[in-house]
């Protein structure tokens, strides 16, 4: 099993530009989540997905979109990238409010 | 909103010293995760309790869910170098909002070799 897949792992952005970020999961789990990771802030939550068809906000939703395209995939949007958003994006996926499991990582930076 | 408290924020240890960081919390948890991560991967689950006084090991690291449920420790004994890392605490309540797992800031480690 390859467990919580996210694509791309690098990303540069102009201010303006806009892009998707990719998430998957092969563990059958119900419930995914969006986190970023910041300098000396640790992981905050940006949204999740409890189960297929439904979202929720996190501590920081503002500037971002999300969907949860199935029960494998969680893409998170941004529609019009600020440097604000230059971070870590991690994704994690669980089942039944149990320990999450943390996809690698996609390193973005806005100019 | 929750808030967890991780201590210390960093630490350099003389390989082959045992390490102690903590978690306290205003709130009560259900239970409580410890995390590490490596440079530039994502988080990797070290030990879960599940239960207030709760002490369980893993390998070199030894983890207690405090009996107030509102801190946790993870000690690790006998540091090497590949204990370089991030650790984070987190504590989680289920049965309630799916998004109710809240993060530590972290306590970097570095081991002198």
């Known amino acids: 099993n390859a467990g919580v897949t996210q694509t791309p792992k690098f990303q540069v952005l102009k201010t303006g530009q806009s892009m998707t970020l990719q998430c998957a999961q092969d563990?059958?789990?119900?419930?995914m989540y969006w986190y970023r990771q910041d300098p000396g802030m640790g992981l905050r939550l940006i949204y999740y997905?409890?189960?297929?068809?439904?979202?929720d906000k996190g501590e920081v939703p503002n500037g971002y979109n999300v969907s949860r395209l199935n029960k494998r995939e969680f893409s998170l949007r941004l529609e019009s990238a600020a440097p604000s958003q230059t971070s870590v994006y991690f994704c994690?996926?669980?089942?039944?409010?149990?320990?999450?499991?943390f996809g690698p990582g996609t390193r973005l930076t806005v100019t | 909103g929750q808030q967890l408290n991780q201590s210390p924020q960093s630490m350099f240890i003389q390989e082959g010293e045992d390490v102690s960081m903590n978690c306290t919390s205003s709130s009560i948890f259900n239970t409580w995760l410890w995390y590490k991560q490596d440079p530039g991967e994502g988080p990797v689950l070290l030990i879960a309790?599940?239960?207030?006084?709760e002490l369980t090991s893993n390998g070199r690291l030894t983890a207690q869910f405090g009996i107030t449920r509102k801190d946790s420790f993870l000690n690790i004994s006998a540091s090497i170098p590949s204990d370089v890392g991030i650790y984070f605490c987190a504590g989680l309540n289920y049965g309630g909002s799916q998004g109710n797992l809240i993060f530590g800031k972290g306590t970097k480690l570095s081991v002198k070799p």
């Open positions: 309790l599940y239960k207030a006084g």
């Open positions: 994690a996926s669980n089942t039944g409010g149990l320990e999450q499991y």
């Open positions: 997905s409890a189960s297929e068809g439904t979202t």
């Open positions: 563990m059958n789990h119900n419930s």
